[in-house]
């Protein structure tokens, strides 16, 4: 291992920790949230907003995302069009139903 | 034969093999739970009563576990910064640290699925806990499947930091890819099904 590498993951480390502990606020700060028994939509903006947010750090500096080859990134927008896709897909076979005809979408 | 690209990177992707190859398995695994996240979007969509997963399931216990496998993340982290900094020692107990606090986990959730199973709240139960025990299940495997690759790289494995360091040091990180990703999808199915 070459000396300036190493280097350069010393000065990573602090960052590691300044990480976790972020991830540690964000997770009390989703289960604080939750015992606020807000509106439905708005708990699940807020849920996912945070998780989303800890995904990015974990994704970012803990798997060296910040500093990764550009075909990396290339699979990674393809794979994030093919997720939305996935996700939107069934939430609009609910768009076309009929009022009245389905007892209730719950929330 | 000498496997090629394993510790100099391809000139064409500036990458070595075994990362850009986990990269591509890890993409696939986003489709894998994507898909289940989409079924669960689908079937509380559809459903004219979804229980409050708090209400449902332990808090507490959830909470610790995410505490537990991000806990995970950084010791793994911090196992492949010790090989960067040349400390085998460092790096023996930060894997098995990784290994312990994933058993942590593991032992947890049997106990969550044990309490659940025997009050006969199984995944024939309703919807809710067919799509709990589901996505949670698939998500155990790969927390079996982590520590089995760790042990693996703790053990025999590390026979391979005495003649090939930089290859060695490049295994786990491909490890610790694998392991940060299954630590992100829990980061997502915490709120989704314990808290909403």
Known sequence: MDAHAADDVKKSVKTYYMIFGAL?????????VSYLHLPLALAILIALVVATIKGS??????????????????????????????????LATNLDRIPGSHKGISW | MEIPYTVEVRPDTGLSN???????????????????????????????????????????????NTVVLISSSVTMVMAWASLKMN????????LGLTILLAVT?????????????????G???????????????????????????????WGPGAKMW??????????????????????LVWIFLFPVLYLL
Do not use: C
Request: glycine residues 6%; neutral net charge; proline residues 2%.
């Open chain 1, 24 to 32: 540690m606020v964000f997770t009390v700060l989703t289960v604080a």
């Open chain 1, 57 to 90: 750090l974990v994704a970012m500096f803990f798997m060296h995302l910040m500093h990764e080859r550009k075909v990396i990134y290339w699979a990674l927008i393809l794979t994030v069009i093919f997720f939305i896709f996935l996700m939107i897909v069934p």
């Open chain 2, 18 to 64: 075994g990362k850009l190859g986990v990269w591509l398995f890890l993409a696939s695994e986003v489709m894998l739970f994507a898909a289940l996240f989409s079924s669960y979007i689908l079937l509380r969509v559809g459903s004219s009563e979804w229980p409050q997963g708090s209400e449902e399931l332990s808090v507490p216990l959830a909470f610790f």
């Open chain 2, 87 to 94: 400390d085998f020692s460092k790096f023996r107990l930060y």
């Open chain 2, 105 to 121: 986990f593991l032992v947890v959730k049997f106990f969550e699925y044990e309490h659940h199973l025997v009050a006969g709240e």
């Open chain 2, 123 to 153: 995944p024939w139960h309703n919807t809710y806990y067919a799509i709990y025990f589901t996505m949670t299940g698939l998500h155990g495997l790969h927390i079996i499947g982590g520590v089995i690759v760790n042990s693996y790289l």
């Open chain 2, 162 to 183: 005495k003649t090939q360091k930089e290859r060695f040091t490049n295994r786990i990180e491909i490890a610790g890819l694998y392991w940060h990703f299954v630590d």
